[in-house]
C-alpha cells in the first residue's frame, strides 16, 4: 500500500460524506417548497369553497383540507373549524360529522401541545363569546364557557377545565 493511499481514502469519505449531507439540504429545501408552495393554493380553494353560492360548500372544503400535505393535527383542526363554522351558514353544504364531533376536534388541539394549540383555544373563545348559527343545531353562546376559554389564553386556565366546563353546561354536544 502505497503512502497517499490513507489520504486519498480519507478524502473519498469526506467527499462522500459532504455529498450525502448536500443531498440531505436540497431534499428538505424541496420539501419546504413543495409543502408551502401548495399551501396557498390550498388556502384560495378553500376560500372558493366556502364563499360559494348559497350558503357555502364546507364538505368541499374539507375534502380539500384532508387532502393538503398539512399535519394530522392540522387537518383534524381545521376540518373541525369547517364542521362547526358551517352550522352557522344557512343552506351550506356541511362536511361529514356533527357539531359535536367538529366541536370535539378543536377542543382536542386545544389540549393538544403544538402548532394549533393556541389557535383552537382562540377559536372556541371565539365560538362561544358568540355562538354559531341558532336553535337546536346551532352552538349558543355561553359567557361562562367563553371566559374560560379566555383565561386559558391569558394562561390562567386550563383546556381541560373549559372542556369539563363545556360538558356540564352543554350536555347535548357531549356524545359525538
Known sequence: ??????????????????????????????????????????????????????????????????????????????????VVDAHGRPGARRPPGTLADGLHAIERAAETPGPTQAAAQAQLRQYFARGVGTGADGLPADAAVAACWAAVTGRTGTPAGCVALRRARLPRLSAG
Open 1 to 82: 500500500m502505497s503512502a497517499g493511499a490513507g489520504p486519498r481514502r480519507v478524502a473519498r469519505i469526506a467527499l462522500w460524506v459532504a455529498g450525502v449531507a448536500a443531498a440531505l439540504v436540497i431534499g428538505f429545501f424541496i420539501l419546504l417548497y413543495f409543502t408551502f408552495e401548495r399551501r396557498p393554493a390550498t388556502d384560495e380553494a378553500v376560500r372558493a369553497a366556502i364563499n360559494a353560492p348559497g350558503g357555502g360548500d364546507y364538505a368541499k372544503a374539507a375534502a380539500i383540507v384532508a387532502a393538503s400535505p398539512q399535519t394530522e393535527d392540522a387537518k383534524a383542526f381545521a376540518i373541525g373549524q369547517l
